[in-house]
Nanobody, 115 residues
Framework: QVQLVESGGGLVQPGASLRLSCAAS????????MAWFRQALGKQREEVARITSGGSTGYRDSVPGRFTISRDNAKKTVYLQMNSLKPEDKAVYYCYSLSGGYAYWGQGTQVTVSS
């Protein structure tokens, strides 16, 4: 069983930055694939960024260069640094973990980008 708790969302102006954090418990974190998804109102949930146990990363086409995913295995935490935020980045952001063939989700944190 894996528990994921996100934090760091909020309301910011266009061009600002936010760093989301996801603290994991209940599993061998270092071996898990971790990812961030987001879901805007009325749209499907989409993957934003992914990081493997070995540190390899992948990003959605619309975010490389603006978003950076990283992990601290000692703290069992994955981060999403978001820079140059745009209004279209507004969504609920969810932390995701793939552990032992099972997928786990956090409760989500709201990111709103508005002037």
């Amino acid at each position: 069983q894996v528990q994921l708790v996100e934090s760091g969302g909020g309301l910011v102006q266009p061009g600002a930055s936010l760093r989301l954090s996801c603290a994991a418990s209940g599993s061998i974190f270092s071996s898990n694939v971790m990812a961030w998804f987001r879901q805007a109102l009325g749209k499907q949930r989409e993957e934003v960024a992914r990081i493997t146990s070995g540190g390899s990363t992948g990003y959605r086409d619309s975010v490389p260069g603006r978003f950076t995913i990283s992990r601290d295995n000692a703290k069992k935490t994955v981060y999403l640094q978001m820079n140059s935020l745009k209004p279209e980045d507004k969504a609920v952001y969810y932390c995701y973990s793939l552990s032992g063939g099972y997928a786990y989700w956090g409760q989500g944190t709201q990111v709103t980008v508005s002037s």
